[in-house]
């Protein structure tokens, strides 16, 4: 079917920079909004940056002017680059898409679906 798989997480120090990927595969028609979310410790997840289909974003407060998202449509992919990074940016970050899968039944239709990542460690050391 389909499957997010991210990659780029690790061990930055304070101040650092990362930047994650996260590659859709699958029977993939197009693809809607790509997400990143993250889940700290002890906390719920959080809607960190959005992108839709058409290049358009949004950021909770706490990112806002370091991280950026962007996406390659011809690739699949959704991108966070994460400058200036905090100790509270130590999460476990996910990716999640709103994707038109190809109906097995019939090539020329699709139905609506969300997939989500495995998730990736980012660690920010002070």
């Known amino acids: 079917q389909v499957q997010l798989v991210e990659s780029g997480g690790g061990l930055v120090q304070a101040g650092g920079s990362l930047r994650l990927s996260c590659a859709a595969a699958?029977?993939?028609?197009?693809?809607?909004?790509m997400e990143w979310h993250r889940q700290a410790p002890g906390k719920q997840r959080e809607l960190v940056a959005v992108i839709s289909a058409l290049g358009s974003t949004d950021y909770a407060d706490s990112v806002k002017d370091r991280f950026t998202i962007s996406r390659d449509n011809a690739k699949n992919t959704v991108y966070l680059q994460m400058n200036s990074l905090k100790p509270e940016d130590t999460a476990v970050y996910y990716c999640?898409?709103?994707?038109?899968?190809?109906?097995?039944?019939?090539?020329?239709?699709?139905?609506?679906?969300?997939?989500w990542g495995q998730g990736t460690q980012v660690t920010v050391s002070s």
């Open positions: 699958g029977t993939i028609r197009a693809i809607n909004d």
């Open positions: 999640h898409a709103e994707v038109r899968v190809i109906d097995p039944g019939n090539s020329k239709s699709y139905y609506v679906d969300d997939f």
